[in-house]
Nanobody, 123 residues
């Protein structure tokens, strides 16, 4: 069964850090680029970061570049999002996604989605 399961969300003060994880079934993870997106209340889902199958290519939204780092461990079928210097505007539900091709920043480019994990940053 196709499955992506996020974890690691929570409540953190501004300036703090969180590390999100997304565990994927082997069938999804193999040869798939992975992405992180987020959706705040009343807003559209937006791109955060993406990483290629090999991990050699990564891309970030301007709003998180320099603060967030995406990585993957193919042996564990897991992708991570390290989030530092968090701001209240980072508050959202964070989703991981997979696509059976190269990296992309468009929501519609991704084939598989997790259920999301809430990240709340207090000021």
């Amino acid at each position: 069964q196709v499955q992506l399961v996020e974890s690691g969300g929570g409540l953190v003060q501004a300036g703090g850090s969180l590390r999100l994880s997304c565990a994927a079934s082997v069938r999804i993870f193999s040869r798939h680029a992975m992405g992180w997106f987020r959706q705040a209340p009343g807003k559209d889902r937006e791109f955060v970061a993406t990483i290629s199958w090999s991990g050699g290519n990564t891309y970030y939204a301007d709003s998180v570049r320099g603060r967030f780092t995406i990585s993957r461990d193919n042996a564990k079928n897991t992708v991570y999002l390290e989030m530092n210097s968090l701001k209240p505007e980072d508050t959202a539900v964070y989703f991981c996604a997979a696509r059976s091709a190269g990296t992309a920043s468009d929501v519609i480019a991704y084939n598989y989605w997790g259920q999301g994990t809430q990240v709340t940053v207090s000021s």
